[in-house]
């Protein structure tokens, strides 16, 4: 076990927003002559608003806003009201908000009234990252805990029954209980003050508390606080029917669990947290049998009668593939994203840990003789907690399919020469696009300007303006280009090279 805490020491990262801006108006970085009535911010997501935590300032520090920001009614939009005859200059809007799954999201946005817009503020500083680490590891925690207390507890119940007179077999099984109880508390206790933007000082506040028990991952909390009471008692219990209240208490707690996290988000909601909560329930029989046979039932009588477990064991693994295997595709789009995103890449380290534990579990299978087993099944424990640590770090990272649009390169023809035109991300949102004209031998050429429009009929845009600006050397870069939705995008572009020398040419790319 300590091995496993001191994995989830050094991998838990501080929780990444998951809802990410896909579009604004006005768009960041636009001049526009006519003061706007309101700013609109769109995300991928449905978020939650921060009382006072999404505003419009000028540059000059004067508040802009008319009232309090309100959600559109599919909750992915943030209308903020602004002050009628707003006066020529520069302003900054700023938001803070929490993310469908309860985390917090941060970031600004600029634009100029009657001339360019200024400096992009920064987002707001984030005051609570130890926080948010210290929830991430209560989170990891709390997966240790449910491998002791529900599959554990459940695999020695059903299957090896004597090892509950062990005082071994107790004390792990407590150990597991407070584990739940503690992490349960302390992400109640944690997830307030992020949401504030307040550290360690606000944790017992009644706002940071309310404001807890207010949001969905509240409730969630409280029914998981309950359901460890009933997991407590149910251990304690020698009756029949506390096997049954624990295996219950066990897939509700698993259900809390995916309720707080990426099933809830996206398409299929229901089904991908079904399938989670699934996901969960076989991790830990599989986890928690694996540690009653090391510490239990194999130093005590060997590997005698271990047939059962072989079954339920290929069950969970079984389990854990298919329901993995759909998570993965409702997460990592494309294939690409499993090795250019975060999340893709720590998924496959998961998935390359899980295959190195069926493997070891084959040969055990192949080799008989008890020595053999046990350190097999020990390496596989080992593992076991590798891949709690792992999982703990992905569900603090956003889906591979929220952040993959790796930048491109294209060539477009004019006529003997060629349009180079690169874009930093082709993920749906701001982008910058790049042009420089290139002679027949590759070689950079002067032109006098570069305009263009975009396009998708996937979309059913048919055409938004790109402003181009002279950048470094011969290079032209976009002003502000958004492609807010994605699919298949055509850049159309003119480029003149003098007075009498003009050349049209379309350039095509995938927006994700």
């Known amino acids: 076990m300590a091995v496993a805490f001191a994995i989830l020491g050094l991998t838990a990262a501080p929780a990444h927003a998951h809802a990410v801006l896909v579009a604004s108006s ?19 997501e449905s978020v939650r608003l921060i009382p006072d935590a999404a505003q419009v300032i000028s540059m000059t520090g004067e508040p802009a806003t008319a009232g309090p920001a309100h959600l559109s009614d599919d909750g992915t939009t943030i209308v903020i009201p602004l002050r009628p005859h707003l006066p020529r200059g520069s302003y900054a809007a700023t938001w803070r908000v929490v993310s469908a799954d309860g985390h917090v999201v941060a970031g600004s946005i600029s634009y100029g009234i009657g001339q360019d817009a200024g400096a992009q503020l920064p987002p707001p500083a984030d005051h609570s990252a130890a926080l948010t680490l210290t929830s991430d590891v209560a989170r990891g925690v709390l997966y240790v805990g449910l491998v002791l207390a529900t599959g554990m507890a459940l695999g020695c119940r059903m299957l090896w029954p004597w090892t509950l007179a062990l005082k071994r077999t107790t004390a792990l099984l407590v150990a597991g209980w407070a584990a739940i109880v503690v992490a349960t508390v302390a992400q109640f206790l944690l997830q307030g003050p992020p949401s504030l933007d307040l550290g360690w000082a606000a944790v017992f506040t009644r706002d940071a508390l309310a404001n807890t028990l207010s949001s969905r991952t509240g409730v969630l909390l409280v029914v998981r606080a309950a359901l460890a009471m009933a997991i407590g008692i149910a251990l ?7 096997t049954t209240v624990l295996a219950v208490c066990a897939a509700g707690t698993a259900l809390t669990v995916a309720l707080d996290g990426h099933a809830s988000v996206g398409a299929q909601p229901w089904l991908a947290v079904a399938v989670t909560t699934v996901h969960v329930l076989a991790m830990t029989v599989w986890l928690g049998g694996l540690v009653a046979l090391c510490v239990a039932v194999l130093p005590t009588r060997g590997a005698d009668d271990l047939r059962r477990w072989s079954l339920i064991a290929v069950g969970c693994v079984s389990v854990l593939i298919l329901s993995g295997t759909y998570q993965a595709w409702r997460q990592v789009r494309p294939v690409a994203a499993l090795w250019s995103t975060s999340y893709g890449i720590t998924l496959s380290v998961k998935v390359a840990i899980v295959a190195t534990m069926v493997a070891l579990a084959y040969l055990a299978r192949r080799r008989s003789g008890p020595n053999t087993l046990r350190r097999t099944v020990i390496a596989e424990l080992v593992l076991g907690m590798a891949v709690v640590a792992v999982t703990t770090a992905l569900v603090t990272l956003p889906p591979a399919r929220a952040t993959y649009g790796p930048p491109v390169s294209l060539s477009a023809p004019l006529d003997d020469r060629t349009a180079a035109v690169h874009l930093d991300t082709t993920r749906r949102g701001p982008t910058t696009i790049s042009v420089t004209a290139l002679d027949a031998h590759g070689h950079p050429i002067r032109v ?4 263009g429009t975009l396009s998708s009929q996937d979309a059913g845009i048919a055409s938004l303006a790109v402003r181009f600006e002279p950048s470094v050397a011969d290079q032209w870069s976009s002003s502000h280009a958004v492609v807010p939705l994605p699919g298949s995008w055509t850049l159309h572009l003119v480029v003149e090279f003098s007075t009498a020398d003009a ?10």
């Open 236 to 242: 304690r219990s020698r009756r029949r029917g506390a």
């Open 448 to 451: 006098v300007s570069v305009s």
């Open 26 to 44: 006005p768009i960041d970085g636009a001049r526009v002559e006519t003061p706007p009535t309101v700013v609109t911010l769109t995300f991928d």
């Open 503 to 512: 050349i049209t040419t379309t350039a095509h790319f995938r927006v994700w």
